[in-house]
T-cell receptor, first 109, second 114 residues
Framework: QQPVQSPQAVILREGEDAVINCSSSKALYSVHWYRQKHGEAPVFLMILLKGGEQKGHEKISASFNEKKQQSSLYLTASQLSYSGTYFCGTVDSSYKLIFGSGTRLLVRP | EPEVTQTPSHQVTQMGQEVILRCVPISNHLYFYWYRQILGQKVEFLVSFYNNEISEKSEIFDDQFSVERPDGSNFTLKIRSTKLEDSAMYFC????????????FGSGTQLSVL
């Protein structure tokens, strides 16, 4: 079953912060976050494996609440290069990585 | 970093024709996947492949679709009789583990069915 992402779209000024949320109705083994630029393949950002786990990648970090089956991606001090569509992907007992519908992020100067 | 390679990058075909999309996964990976993305929409799971057989497939992956690993390096997706709605970007991906490892995506094949 497809995870639910919110918001659908975000517009930021350079330097502002954003949070993208992802939730599933199923128990999860892992949550993956990818960013996709127009016309390109999804690029891996990070994977979260355990309940309460947090990870960081430069100014992009994420958390995973296993009990609530929710994950959040935090983008701090956004840069122009952060623009793109962010997808969360979840792996449950079916072992399929299923992507959410995506969050379009636009960072303006 | 190792790469998944896909060929061709663009494929144009007539409705009803067969197409084969090709992928070379990363050499030591064990799990192989096909995803598709219709323009402006989400990335949709089609099929996963392990140990020379399909391990999971979606409802999109009907009898018109098939996958094969004809040799030790290539992984192919065949669409037997293409429809207009098959027009999409098709991504191949591979991973070492199907649960806890990231997927490496190829750059995709843009399929246009006329």
């Amino acid at each position: 079953q497809q995870p639910v992402q919110s918001p659908q779209a975000v517009i930021l000024r350079e330097g502002e912060d954003a949070v993208i949320n992802c939730s599933s109705s199923k128990a999860l083994y892992s949550v993956h976050w990818y960013r996709q630029k127009h016309g390109e393949a999804p690029v891996f950002l990070m994977i979260l494996l355990k309940g309460g786990e947090q990870k960081g990648h430069e100014k992009i970090s994420a958390s995973f609440n296993e009990k609530k089956q929710q994950s959040s991606l935090y983008l701090t001090a956004s840069q122009l290069s952060y623009s793109g569509t962010y997808f969360c992907g979840t792996v449950d007992s079916s072992y399929k990585l299923i992507f959410g519908s995506g969050t379009r992020l636009l960072v303006r100067p | 970093e190792p790469e998944v390679t896909q060929t061709p990058s663009h494929q144009v075909t007539q409705m009803g024709q067969e197409v084969i999309l090709r992928c070379v996964p990363i050499s030591n990976h064990l799990y192989f996947y096909w995803y598709r993305q219709i323009l402006g929409q989400k990335v949709e799971f089609l099929v996963s492949f392990y140990n020379n057989e399909i391990s999971e497939k979606s409802e999109i992956f009907d009898d018109q679709f098939s996958v094969e690993r004809p040799d030790g390096s290539n992984f192919t997706l065949k669409i037997r009789s293409t429809k207009l709605e098959d027009s999409a970007m098709y991504f191949c991906a591979s991973s070492f583990d199907r649960r806890n490892e990231k997927l490496f995506f190829g750059s995709g094949t843009q399929l246009s069915v006329l």
